[in-house]
């Protein structure tokens, strides 16, 4: 995989996650694209379905608290280079902005949704969002967990975790939780 932050391990876990949704009914969704390469794999290999990329696509990071040790503007890109590095893949719908007003008109259910946003607003305006409209079978994967510079995604896991009983699996500093 070309163009992400992830290391090999982990891009094989998240590889691993999107073929056991293969058969699960829904679009598959990445919440944080930065450079598009985990997008594009996903894209390229989730059998043809719909894929939505949202991103700011330029500013980077937005609505980093003092939970996170990122802060707004990191992961700054020249949006249109990403969106360009896209465009050839028929399957991908961009969603330019702030998540999760961003998808105030959106409305699908999901079969495998990647959240990499770095932060805790964002990974818990993520699971609001997403685990309701998580198919049975889908997996939402995140990543990020137990990971030092993004303490925020960690505790808005366990956050929801004590709330609602997911069935969850960790990978590579990522986490799995899947839909039942
Ligand atoms: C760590 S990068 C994503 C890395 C990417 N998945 C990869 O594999 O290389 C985090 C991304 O989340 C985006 N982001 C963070 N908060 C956001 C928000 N609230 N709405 C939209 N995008 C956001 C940033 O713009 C940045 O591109």
Same mark, same amino acid.
């Given at each position: 995989?070309? +163009? ?11 590889? &691993?996650? *999107?073929? +056991?949704?293969? $058969? ?33 696509? #330029? ?12 802060? $707004? %503007? ?6 249109? !280079?990403?969106? $360009? @590095? ?14 999760? &007003?961003?998808? &105030?008109?959106?409305?699908? +259910? ?7 946003? =770095? ?5 818990? =305006?993520?699971?609001? @969002?997403?685990? =309701?409209? *998580?198919?049975? %079978? %889908?997996?939402? *994967? @995140? =990543? ?10 960690? !505790? ?12 969850? !699996?960790? #990978? ?9």
């Amino acid at each position: 995989m070309e +163009r992400t932050l992830l290391w090999q391990a982990k891009q094989d876990y998240l590889a &691993q996650c *999107l073929k +056991r949704t293969l $058969n699960v009914p829904g679009l598959t969704a990445e919440i944080g694209v930065y450079l598009g390469g985990t997008t594009r794999f996903i894209a390229t290999n989730n059998h043809g379905k719909a894929h939505i990329a949202a991103d700011t696509f #330029g500013p980077g990071i937005i609505g980093a608290t003092s939970k996170d040790q990122h802060v $707004n %503007g990191d992961f700054n890109v020249n949006g249109n !280079e990403v969106l $360009n @590095y896209l465009h050839v893949l028929p399957n991908v719908i961009p969603i330019v902005g702030y998540f999760p &007003q961003s998808f &105030q008109y959106v409305h699908a +259910r999901y079969s495998f949704v990647h959240v990499d946003l =770095d932060t805790y607003q964002g990974t818990v =305006d993520s699971l609001d @969002y997403f685990w =309701d409209k *998580l198919n049975t %079978g %889908g997996i939402l *994967l @995140y =990543d990020d967990w137990q990971w030092d510079n993004c303490k925020g995604v960690t !505790e808005a896991l366990q956050e929801f975790l004590t709330k609602v009983p997911a069935h969850f !699996e960790q #990978g590579q500093h990522q986490l799995a939780l899947t839909k039942q």
